[in-house]
């Protein structure tokens, strides 16, 4: 959440919010992540943004390869989800055709 970068001028005004960077944090970790660190700065200054980082092993085994696609496509959908909940037209089909329920957005077939 950089409110001098990628998050600045969202459609719902939450430029400051560092609430998502927390929950990809959370969901990188309940994924499997064998590493995920929360960060402020990184390129931005001190102070003026959050980020979330995460790794995984890949060692080979079934395990990690589980690991592996949950984590990245968790870390790619809740991007998808978070501009989803600004309102972002294109997020929003996309949440629409997979039929994903985001508690604060009603989908068209009426469920949330």
């Not at 949440?95 to 009603?106: D, L, N, Y």
Request: glycine letters at 12%; aromatic letters at 8%; hydrophobic letters at 40%.
């Amino acid at each position: 959440a950089s409110p001098y970068g990628e998050t600045e001028s969202m459609k719902y005004g939450s430029d400051a919010i560092a609430d998502w960077p927390m929950l990809c944090a959370l969901l990188s970790a309940a994924s499997g992540a064998t590493w995920v660190s929360v960060c402020q700065g990184a390129g931005t200054g001190t102070g003026y943004s959050f980020h979330a980082n995460m790794a995984v092993v890949a060692d080979g085994t079934d395990e990690a390869a589980k690991k592996i696609q949950l984590t990245f496509s968790n870390d790619q959908d809740i991007g998808i989800i978070r501009y989803a909940d600004a309102g972002y037209e294109t997020a929003l089909g996309i949440v629409e055709s997979a039929g994903i329920g985001i508690p604060t957005i009603e989908r068209k077939d009426g469920n949330v």
